[in-house]
């Protein structure tokens, strides 16, 4: 108990001591920390995609999909959107299915992604769910 009490009476000092106008950033460096942790996370999906995306590029099976409907996911990295597309895939002989995607897509590109057109994939032979456009 007395070791938790001379915190509180350092906290209270040190409190003190700050000028009034310093007051308060303590929440402004728990904010920077936040945004800090979140562009880790970011990064850390970001690898993981690219991950999956170097592994389906040598081992994935080869196929098309017709995209169906575009639907912008209000994310974007370098000013190019993030999208979600819903494709119908087919994958050699096999029935179409439905899956969706959502890859970041050029602003310059974006006109090729509309419902309708058709663009090369490749698909995890395991996970149908898990491709990769081009």
């Given amino acids: 108990m007395g070791f938790l009490k001379d915190i509180r009476t350092l906290k209270k000092q040190a409190d003190a001591m700050t000028p009034p106008e310093h007051r308060g950033m303590a929440g402004g460096f728990r904010a920077m920390r ?22 389906l ?15 912008d996911t209000g994310m974007s990295v370098n000013d190019n959107p993030r999208v979600e597309l819903t ?40 996970d149908e769910r898990s491709l990769i456009i081009g």
Avoid: C, W
């Avoid at 590029?57 to 639907?71: E, N």
């Avoid at 897509?105 to 309708?116: L, N, T, W, Y």
């Fill in 34 to 55: 936040d945004m800090a942790s979140d562009a880790t996370q970011t990064l850390g999906e970001m690898q993981r995609e690219a991950a999956v995306a170097n592994h």
């Fill in 87 to 126: 494709l119908e895939v087919t994958v050699g002989d096999k029935a179409p299915y439905t899956a969706t995607h959502a890859p970041v897509i050029s602003r310059i590109a974006v006109a090729g992604f509309q419902p309708g057109a058709t663009v090369p994939v490749r698909v995890d032979p395991v």
């Fill in 57 to 71: 590029a040598v081992h994935g099976l080869p196929g098309r999909a017709v995209i169906t409907a575009i639907k």
